[in-house]
């Protein structure tokens, strides 16, 4: 979309800037007040001393005083402060309060800080389920290369690849969390600065008045490329806000991904540059030479040459005590491509790849197959099945206890997942729907649950690789087949 | 020598026939407060040069936009070991120096009270400062965290980080040592007939300080130690994930840090309050005024350390709480600097070094006050926080103020410790070139910050070229001033004009050099009953003995 022509906030160099919310504006004035204050009580403090500097030397001849003390003086110049300070409180108060209401917001937006990047869902109103991931835009020859000329006057280090679009005038409350470390968004003309807080989620919310673009940064150190992920604010009218939302949808829907689609290793490796170069890069480095000796070199490492399923589980877990985090944000097309350009990269030639259907599996924690290039198909094909076996569910009839034949497909998956994964168990909870007495449902729901684990056991599961959870009654109306169920899932 | 005349076992000749060791191993082995009180100076100074190399590496990288001189994990590298150092091995240190050189004349004691502690306290920092600066040297470098650490970035540095966290372990033990001595040295060994009320207000400072520092060093030590164990010990205190909170850490870290930003100051404040009535020729304004303010800043600054986390999310009755309580404290500085302001008046002022450094102190380090203050807006904090306009205003406080207080207290003292006068142009020189290349380095950050220049970046958006590009040719100045104060020092220590001999008959111990020991049994004190003692025997520079200096 385009939004050349678009006013740009206007470029401060002496002040804050110029202020695009009632908030800003208010913190603003604020701050003009305090400053006029300041200098004030500075020019009076100083005038007094200067003089003093000048009239009272020894060497036009004057004599000291020998007093040191005047209690009245003193009570003044500790009251009079006070008194100043309420004057500065009131309207800060006011202030502080009137940001803290984040109530009944027109958009609500998530705003996640990843090193070094910042991802947005639209998860409330107008646009919801929009998702964007926003990179500097800035090339690197700007940077520290050749290009150091071609610098936009406005935007070096503060555009992005995809910026945050809202609409004006509409309440928008931005949640705040990360992925990695703390971080913060900050965009300076709407006076809005909130931490980004890994496994915590803040608000904070602004209202634009102007249409425009508007710029600003993470505002908390958050390791080497903290400078270099900056935020880029459109704010459009409320028509052209729609026609965006409409061709973000269009735009989703057509390239939307099939994981199980099977990818050659062509395919996975142009793929997988583009995601290393969003992702990977900044650290690793374009070369793969990395940046010794934080960051790793991915060329001839042992890791992206060794097992494969090393490789996937750094990429999907981290290193921790490292710069290195998980990267399970990344969709499972994504992580199966850049490992696989990782590896058939630079001097790099293991030769294998990995399908998205196996990180699919991976979330599901199934172990990871692998397929060389060759013999890609004929290895690929068991390796989704025993993932997809987990959670599992199987559905009783009214009253009945008695396994329905339909079932046994569903226990095989399961016999057979545990067959592939040695060390891991079950949990098995039987359900019942609400009508009838609930202690006879409970009986039910254990007989159900008993039954579930008597077919494992047939299909050979050893007894102790088979938890029963305590039943649960009522989930459901009589006529909800969802509410008759035994559910096996993965232990711990 | 007639102002010790009256204790005749006492002089140069016998006190250089002492049996001690000779060579390194006098400093070594060490029990004496004046060798002590140097060693922390120089020690100090050393740091403080390596910290000021790191500044300006940081600041040659932001002359221009873009990338020239280091990579990005170097410059956080800096960045945080800049602060650690300047802070815990340059300030901190200095003022220790002050404390073990002053605190036993000015109360008449005849050391520290814990003596071979007071060695072990001093031995233990370059222990530490080893360790951290070695961390350069640690596969992946220094901690790049920013010298607050903030988890959970810190988690993920390497070894330097370790490396680091047992460096603030050894600086934390060495200062709680350094803090009891003074401590017990102030409340035990105080001479007959000096009341607390009656003591120089640089130990009143002291004292307070060694109770802030007492409070506050073994919180720094948990939060780091907490650290430590999420790093290696698969604890959860700053992860989420584990059911613990990054913001934990901040508000365990400020709960030292903010106390801390105190401990850096209150020692200059006793500095300046003993030299502004020296060179006013006028006894200080508001003695017992200038006490309990100290007392207040000191009191208040455990309820404030929430104003650094702002913009954490903390609930609005927090940050209504932190904002007024950080607010009052502008109430007992306020209160000292009118006190100074109105000691000055109708004095008789002649302005050697150490008072141009005093009141340099006092003009600019209330500039820092009134940033402060603007920051202790919550709703203008929050647009601030973490800009330039930040460092502008901890630089004022830090630079302006702690340093400035460092050098006049050095100028002040230097012929009491070493016999000689310092050379005068030398340190007025250094007094102009240091206050106005100051000014232009961390002036112009104020409009970076209020425009919109986070910290800790190392390349910016174009807007902000002109005003880094001043900062940085301003650092250069001020970090070539140093070498002034250094020439000064040393010729100081040389040698040079006598220190001129006191005609009066007031003060013990007050010509100079210092002996190196003096007698176990304070001396005499002359006029002690009626009139606040003053046993740095003032500066020659007083000439007329009308008025005794408090």
């Known amino acids: 979309m385009s939004l050349a022509g678009m006013a740009q906030a206007t470029e401060a160099r002496y002040n804050l800037q110029t202020p695009v919310t009632q908030i800003a504006q208010q913190v603003y004035d604020l701050h003009t007040a305090m400053l006029v204050v300041c200098l004030v009580i500075f020019l009076a403090v100083f005038g007094v001393m200067f003089y003093s500097v000048y009239a009272h030397r020894k060497s036009k001849g004057a004599v000291a005083a020998q007093w040191h003390e005047n209690t009245t003086v003193e009570i003044l110049w500790t009251i009079i402060p006070v008194f100043i300070l309420l004057g500065m409180a009131w309207p800060a108060t006011k202030t502080v309060l009137a940001m803290k209401d984040t109530s009944n917001p027109d ?98 919310w602004f209202r634009a008045d102007k249409e425009g673009i508007y710029r600003g940064n993470c505002a908390e150190l ?126 790099n030639a293991v030769g294998d790849l990995v399908q998205p259907s196996a990180i699919r599996a991976m979330r599901g924690g199934a172990q990871v197959a692998t397929a060389a290039v060759p013999a890609a198909a004929a290895k690929e094909a068991p390796t989704a099945a025993p993932a997809a076996a987990l959670p599992a569910k199987v559905y009783f009839q009214v009253g009945k206890s008695t396994l329905p034949a339909d079932a046994i497909d569903a226990v095989k998956a399961v016999a057979e997942y545990l067959a592939a994964k040695p060390d891991a168990k079950v949990d098995i909870t039987g359900y019942t729907d609400k009508s009838g007495s609930l202690d006879k449902n409970l009986e039910l729901a254990k007989e159900r649950a008993k039954a579930v684990r008597d077919a494992l056991k047939e299909a050979g599961v050893a007894a102790d690789r088979i938890n029963m959870k305590k039943p649960e009654a009522v989930t459901g109306d009589g006529d909800n087949k969802e509410a008759r169920r035994v559910e096996i899932n993965r232990a711990g | 020598m007639s102002s010790i005349a009256h204790d005749p076992t006492h002089g140069h000749e016998h006190d250089h026939h002492a049996h001690h060791p000779s060579g390194v191993m006098r400093w070594i082995t060490t029990t004496n407060h004046k060798d002590i009180g140097s060693l922390y100076l120089w020690f100090s100074f050393i740091m403080f040069l390596a910290g000021g190399v790191m500044a300006l590496t940081i600041r040659a990288e932001l002359f221009q936009p873009g990338l020239q001189i280091v990579q990005p994990e170097f410059f956080n590298q800096l960045t945080t070991m800049h602060g650690l150092v300047m802070v815990f091995g340059a300030i901190m240190p200095a003022f220790v120096g002050f404390a073990n050189w002053q605190i036993p004349l000015m109360i008449g004691a005849p050391d520290m009270a814990f003596a071979r502690m007071n060695n072990w306290s001093f031995w233990l920092l370059p222990v530490a400062a080893i360790l951290l600066m070695g961390s350069f040297l640690a596969p992946g470098g220094a901690s790049a965290a920013g010298w607050t650490l903030y988890a959970p970035l810190s988690v993920q540095m390497g070894m330097g980080m370790d490396m680091l966290i047992f460096a603030v372990h050894i600086m934390g033990a060495s200062s709680i040592m350094g803090a009891i001595n003074i401590v017990t040295t102030i409340l035990n060994m105080r001479a007959p007939g000096m009341t607390l009320m009656k003591m120089p207000l640089f130990c009143w400072t002291w004292l307070i300080t060694a109770y802030l520092l007492i409070a506050v060093m073994p919180v720094l030590a948990g939060a780091v130690t907490m650290l430590l164990t999420d790093r290696h010990f698969g604890t959860s205190f700053f992860n989420a994930a584990g059911g613990g909170d990054p913001v934990l850490y901040q508000h365990v870290f400020w709960f030292f840090g903010h106390p801390e930003v105190y401990i850096m100051i ?23 005024s200038m006490v309990y303010a100290t007392s207040s800043i000191a009191i208040l600054s455990f309820i404030v350390w929430a104003h650094h986390m702002f913009t954490t999310g903390m609930p609005a009755a927090g940050q209504l709480f932190f904002m007024y309580a950080t607010m009052l404290i502008a109430v007992p500085t306020g209160v000292k600097v009118f006190n100074w302001v109105a000691t000055m008046w109708k004095g008789s002022m002649t302005f050697e070094t150490p008072m141009l450094f005093a009141v340099g102190f006092i003009f600019v380090f209330t500039m820092g006050g009134f940033t402060g203050l603007i920051c202790a807006i919550t709703p203008i904090d929050i647009q601030i926080q973490d800009t330039y306009y930040v460092v502008a205003h901890f630089h004022y406080v830090l630079v302006a103020g702690s340093l400035f207080a460092i050098f006049a207290g050095t100028y002040y003292w230097l012929p009491k410790w070493t016999g000689h006068m310092y050379d005068e142009g030398l340190g007025r020189l250094h007094f102009w070139a240091s206050i106005i290349f100051f ?65 009066g008959t007031v003060r013990t111990d007050s010509s100079g050099p210092c002996p190196r020991q003096r007698p176990t049994i304070p001396s005499k004190l002359h006029r002690l009953s009626s009139k606040r003692c003053w046993l740095t025997g003032g500066p020659p520079w007083t000439g007329d003995q009308t008025s005794a200096p408090r």
């Open chain 2, 266 to 288: 209150l020692p200059a404040f006793g500095i300046v309050s003993q030299i502004i009535p020296t060179f006013s020729r006028k006894p200080l304004f508001g003695y017992a």
């Open chain 2, 439 to 503: 000014n232009i380095t961390f002036f112009p950050m104020h409009f970076l910050g209020l425009a919109g220049m986070p910290r800790r970046i190392p390349d910016y958006a174009l807007q902000f070229a002109d005003f880094n590009a001043i900062a940085t040719v301003g650092a250069f100045g001020f970090g070539l001033s140093q070498l002034i104060f250094l020439a000064a020092v040393l010729k100081c220590v040389k040698g040079g004009q006598r220190r001129p001999q006191r005609s």
């Open chain 1, 222 to 347: 958050c390791g080497k490329d903290h400078g270099f992920m900056p935020i880029e604010v459109h704010v459009v009218s409320a028509d052209k806000y729609s026609s965006w939302v409409a061709g973000r949808k269009k735009a989703a829907a057509a390239v939307a991904e099939d994981p199980s689609k099977t990818y050659s290793l062509a395919e996975l490796k142009a793929k997988g540059q583009q995601v290393y170069d969003a992702n990977c890069a900044a650290c690793h480095q374009a070369t793969g030479k990395g940046l010794a000796p934080a960051f790793p070199p991915l060329d001839g490492s042992k890791i992206a040459t060794g097992p494969i399923a090393d490789h996937i589980g750094i990429v999907f877990n981290g290193k921790p005590g490292t710069a290195m985090s998980a990267w399970r944000q990344l969709s499972d097309t994504e992580i199966a491509a850049v490992i696989t350009f990782e590896r058939n990269n630079w001097g």
């Open chain 1, 107 to 204: 958009i609500t937006i998530k705003a996640t800080g990843y090193q070094w990047k910042w991802g947005y869902d639209y998860l409330k109103g107008e646009g919801e389920g929009i998702r964007l991931v926003s990179n500097l835009s800035t090339p690197q020859s700007q940077i520290g290369g050749d290009q150091q000329s071609a610098r936009s006057e406005t935007a070096y280090l503060l555009e992005v690849d995809e910026p945050l679009v809202v609409p004006v005038g509409k309440k928008i409350r931005i949640l705040t969390t990360a992925n990695d470390v703390i971080h913060a968004w900050w965009v300076p003309a709407f006076a809005v600065k909130q931490d980004a807080i890994p496994g915590f989620i803040r608000d904070t």
